[in-house]
């Protein structure tokens, strides 16, 4: 079996990274509304961000809106990437057709 | 092998369904409905172009007996509520969403905005000094003609087929409305005009759930 990226093949990750990815390429979503969209708890996600950002796959950034801090995240270049090819991944799993060179 | 208490998808096919499902719950609230960016203008086209072509009908004639401000008082009243109801969607939908989308949005806001005040400032010192029916042509005219420049820009920005194919479709009847001349235009305009925008915003709504299917 193909070797699936640990830090995504994880419910609650692939979640946030699905949700990520819906997000266009140069835009930055604040923490409580992406608490909101995966209804998880501020300390769940705050937890799987962790990870996401050591993996360098999420990037997260403070900044300030007015006068209250706001925490901004966004997919890392990386993190699509490990997306996109864990997510082939499982497409290679459940079709295994061989479109590509035969090995 | 997993340390924390993040399970692993029971097999591919959770995970991919999975993935799906959660991809589309996120545009579907990123995105704002359609409809609700649409159809308001096009209800306020075809009750206030309406309305002007009731009142100021071709030939000086008036097929509605109506006060004479009465067309544009509901259209504006119709235009600045089709406005707020789009506001309010896009708030909604890109609430907390920051970067190139938002300042896309932002700049393409402010084309309208600016614009319209540049070129209507000029009207108003023309329109003065034209007969009543005149006027209401050239307003109707470069203000339909600016809205389909706007929406052919716009779709080029977010490559957004119906919105360009509504610009083509408002600039072309625009340009027969126009020949056709003052009074007609109104009608052209209240019936294609907002037929247009009605159709090009169902249009938008299917793409839009293609797009959000899990």
């Keep these: ?103 | 092998m997993h340390p924390d208490d993040d399970p692993p998808p029971a097999d591919a096919a959770t995970a991919l369904q999975l993935i799906r499902k959660q991809r589309g719950a996120t545009a579907r609230r990123l995105d704002p409905d359609a409809r609700l960016l649409y159809w308001p203008w096009g209800v306020a086209w075809l009750v206030g172009f309406g309305l002007f072509f009731l009142r100021f009908s071709p030939g000086e004639r008036e097929l509605l007996r109506l006060p004479s401000w009465l067309p544009l008082t509901v259209l504006f009243a119709l235009l600045l509520a089709a406005a707020a109801v789009q506001g309010a969607a896009r708030e909604r939908a890109h609430d907390q969403v920051t970067g190139d989308s938002a300042r896309r949005g932002r700049w393409y806001g402010c084309a309208w905005g600016l614009g319209s005040v540049s070129v209507y400032a000029g009207l108003v010192r023309i329109s003065e000094h034209l007969p009543h029916d005149l006027a209401a042509l050239l307003w109707s005219a470069t203000a339909a003609g600016l809205i389909g420049a706007l929406q052919m820009a716009g779709a080029a920005i977010w490559l957004d087929r119906p919105l360009f194919g509504l610009g083509v479709w408002i600039s072309v009847i625009n340009l027969v409305g126009t020949i056709a001349g003052p009074g007609w235009h109104a009608l052209v305009v209240a019936v294609a005009g907002s037929g247009g925008i009605l159709v090009a915003g169902a249009l938008a709504r299917r793409r839009q759930r293609e797009r959000h299917q899990p």
């Excluded at chain 1, 699936?4 to 930055?28: C, E, K, N, T, Y």
């Excluded at chain 1, 209250?68 to 490990?82: C, K, Q, V």
Aim: charged letters at 25%.
């Design chain 1, 1 to 103: 079996m193909t070797e699936l990226d640990p830090v995504i093949h994880a419910q609650a990750r692939l979640r946030v990274v699905a949700s990520l990815s819906a997000l266009g390429d140069g835009d930055m979503i604040a923490f409580p509304r992406l608490q909101e969209l995966l209804a998880m708890t501020a300390g769940n996600l705050s937890v799987h961000l962790r990870k996401l950002e050591d993996a360098g796959y999420v990037e997260v950034s403070k900044t300030h809106r007015g006068r209250t801090p706001a925490t901004l995240i966004r997919l890392s270049r990386r993190g699509r990437l490990a997306f996109e090819e864990y997510t082939e991944a499982i497409r290679t799993l459940l079709d295994p057709t061989p479109t590509k060179e035969q090995s």
